[in-house]
């Protein structure tokens, strides 16, 4: 497999090359080059203090939700979501590092909407107003 994705890739830059001749030759049309991947999204920075303050809310979600669901504490997890639904607000297009991590906003809401799905399920469409449609499972009580 490896043989044949090499052959593949020396008569991809081969044929390149010959058809930049043939195009120089001519001196018509651009170059050819190879497709390049689209580019990166870019995130904005986010500060520390903000980053700080989400990774407690997470925590604190995490340690609200670890107990039996009859005693788990539906205000807690209510505050602790506020702080981390606010905070995607504040940063929609953020980008930060979370326990040596790179994190987003976007990743940021898909993690909280699995770990809402078994510890508060009721919660889960506050998260989803802020997902793009396509995040949104169609499972959830507001679907």
Same mark, same amino acid.
């Given at each position: 497999?490896?043989?044949?994705?090499?052959? +593949? %890739? +020396?008569?991809?830059?081969?044929? %390149?090359?010959?058809?930049? =001749? =043939?195009?120089?030759?001519?001196? @018509?049309?651009?170059?050819?080059?190879? #497709?390049?991947? !689209?580019?990166?999204?870019?995130?904005?920075? +986010?500060?520390?203090?903000?980053?700080?303050?989400? &990774?407690?809310?997470? &925590?604190?979600?995490?340690?609200?939700?670890?107990? =039996?669901?009859?005693?788990?504490?539906?205000?807690?997890?209510?505050? &602790?979501?506020?702080?981390?639904?606010?905070? +995607?607000?504040?940063?929609?297009?953020?980008?930060?590092? %979370?326990?040596? =991590?790179?994190?987003?906003?976007? @990743?940021?809401?898909?993690?909280?909407?699995?770990?809402?799905?078994?510890?508060?399920?009721?919660? %889960? !469409?506050?998260?989803?107003?802020? #997902?793009?449609?396509?995040?949104?499972?169609?499972?959830?009580?507001?679907?």
């Amino acid at each position: 497999m490896a043989t044949a994705l090499a052959v +593949v %890739i +020396v008569a991809s830059y081969a044929w %390149i090359s010959r058809t930049r =001749e =043939e195009r120089s030759a001519n001196e @018509s049309g651009p170059p050819a080059t190879l #497709l390049t991947a !689209p580019p990166s999204r870019t995130y904005t920075s +986010v500060p520390q203090a903000d980053v700080d303050e989400v &990774h407690r809310a997470l &925590h604190g979600l995490g340690d609200a939700c670890a107990p =039996e669901a009859s005693s788990r504490s539906a205000d807690a997890i209510d505050g &602790h979501l506020d702080v981390l639904l606010e905070f +995607v607000r504040r940063h929609p297009a953020g980008g930060f590092r %979370i326990d040596d =991590e790179d994190a987003t906003s976007l @990743s940021l809401l898909l993690v909280l909407q699995e770990e809402l799905r078994a510890c508060a399920p009721s919660q %889960i !469409p506050r998260v989803e107003a802020l #997902l793009p449609p396509r995040f949104r499972a169609s499972d959830s009580p507001s679907s």
